[in-house]
């Protein structure tokens, strides 16, 4: 085992633990804030996915998470059958793949890469929240949806009601902290080292047998099918869903998650997640419009300063201490 | 016939709003390969220099001078600042440049204050042409972004500015050996293209509801503009505008404009799976 595979381990067992002992410490508020930002870490694990391992920004990934809300919604305020949550959240992550594998196949298999699949799914996002306020009769127009009814699985036996904290904390958290694993296990195998040399070269690659419009697409799938399943989540929780969801800044600040966490480390996104809501919620209550005046100067100064996230700070003290003990 | 003409004339000030914001777009991102997300932006700069001319006493026309020297100045500070040190990173471009973007959308709307601001076209009334009578600003609009278009292209094939641009385009290393001031080239060329951006947000304020955010409608469809027609030729972006503005001006009558800009965005992407190098096959630079 490598040595980046192990601090990964690491780090990774050391949130588990510090997620799984929380609930002894927090009241239900706090549980539910912590299980909120769970939801988002997971959300910008999903953009990380695919940017940290294909180098080609989406920035409309707020789209498939509002996807995924307005679905699970829908399926839960017209549905009314046993496990229609289950239905829900197979139907959210179903409908978040689908239109990602439509823009993804004419977009990959055309040859489009790089800034251009950045503008098209800039696009895809603005008109993604246009529908969802002038489409009311089924998204509730400007306003949303509200009184969603929470997660509930019952098969007899197992009875399991996720409208409390506690149960739904757990929940989200083995959610989260499974689909986090699995996608980690895949970027570090042979799937991660294919699209790294399709990011590398693509010609190449292609050379070597790989087909990489394929790749590329089944990995942006399954990247926006999480980010479904995530709005989905956050839906159910929240009993509500709005416009804002699927809208451009939701898609600018999953960015800011992923570049400050660290892009390409999947845990990094989930703590830049945690750091940056908080972050937010502090500088919202001195004034609300300050907020897109701060995401925008953190942009610039992370482009400038910081473009290997913040996580990269300890990689440069140790660069530093080195060179300074090299010195004679 | 007059509905005809109508639409047809609907569909010709869009494609002329399409035609502006999308030349400045095709300088920077078709022929310098860079990715700024703040262009929509000097297009919300443009109208909003109309507006404050026209809010202390100013007319429409100083109005559009000064949209056109606030396009350029926003332009070659951002250059001059960011992206001039970012050409060999993309994607740290996009970031840069959205965060420029988002700074200026909240510096206007704590400048300018909520809410949509009023901007009144020099010349009321209709024009009367035979079959129907159209918005004579309209027509006005139409004349000026061709008579712009013209003046580009007039530009970049024959002055000798045009010369430096294209050489420096084609091989910069090779633009230096020769002696040319890259660096200046490459400012100029992108201030340049601001101000054109600035001078159509400033056309386009008598139509549109001036925000801080209108901006990214614009940006969105000048893109697509660029792309669809194919980056870096001065055809290719009339056809990808001629195909966005009639696709969507022909649509917004059928159906729902979010709708219309749904279909508009699938058939963009369909064309651009069906000509992966632009409309015209990119061939004329």
Partial sequence: ?328 | MDFLLTTFLNAMTLISILLLVGLGLAISFGLMNVTNLAHGDFVTVGAFAVYFVQSIGGSFWLGLAAATVAGAAVGFILEFAIIRHLYSRPVSTVLATWGVSLILQQVLELTFGLGAKPVTPPVDGTFDLIFTAYPAYRLILIAIALMILLAVVLLIRKTSFGLDIRTVIQNREMAEGVGINTRRTYAIAFSFGAAIAGLAGGLIAPLAIVLPQMGVNYLANAFFVVIVGGAGSIGGLVAGSVFVGGFTSVLDYQISPSLAQAVVLLAAIVAVRLRPNGLLNGVSR
């Fill in chain 1, 1 to 328: 085992m490598i040595a980046r595979d192990r601090n990964w381990l690491l780090v990774f067992f050391v949130c588990v633990a510090l997620v799984a002992i929380y609930p002894f410490f927090a009241d239900g508020y706090r549980l539910t804030v912590i299980r909120d930002a769970l939801i988002f870490g997971l959300f910008a694990a999903s953009l990380d996915f695919f940017w940290g391992r294909t180098g080609i920004l989406c920035f409309g990934h707020a789209a498939f998470f509002g996807i995924g809300g307005y679905v699970m919604a829908r399926v839960m305020l017209d549905v009314a059958i046993p496990f229609a949550g289950l239905l829900g959240l197979v139907g959210a992550v179903v409908g978040a793949a689908f239109v990602a594998g439509i823009i993804g196949y004419f977009l990959f298999f055309g040859g489009i890469r790089g800034s251009y699949f950045t503008i098209v799914t800039l696009a895809m996002c603005v008109i993604c929240q246009q529908a969802a306020i002038s489409w009311s009769s089924v998204t509730g127009g400007d306003s949303g949806l509200i009184g969603i009814p929470p997660l509930e699985f019952d098969s007899g036996r197992l009875h399991l009601d996720l409208g409390q904290d506690l149960p739904s904390y757990i929940f989200v958290a083995g959610v989260v902290t499974l689909i986090v694993f699995v996608l980690w296990s895949i970027s570090r195998g042979r799937w991660g080292t294919v699209l790294v040399a399709i990011q590398d070269n693509e010609v190449r690659a292609a050379a070597l047998g790989h087909n990489a419009p394929l790749r590329l697409l089944a990995t942006f799938v399954l990247s926006a099918a999480i980010a479904g399943l995530a709005g989905a989540l956050y839906v159910c929780m929240a009993g509500l869903v709005a416009p804002d969801l699927a809208g451009l800044l939701l898609s600018t600040e999953v960015i800011v998650w992923v570049a400050v966490g660290g892009r390409g480390t999947l845990l990094g996104p989930v703590l830049g997640a945690f750091f940056i809501l908080r972050a937010q919620q502090v500088i919202s209550s001195l004034n609300p419009s300050l907020w897109p005046l701060v995401l925008g100067c953190v942009f610039v100064v992370i482009v400038f300063l910081l473009p290997d996230g913040i996580l990269s700070i300890f990689a440069r003290l140790k660069a530093l201490l080195r060179a300074g003990s090299k010195a004679p």
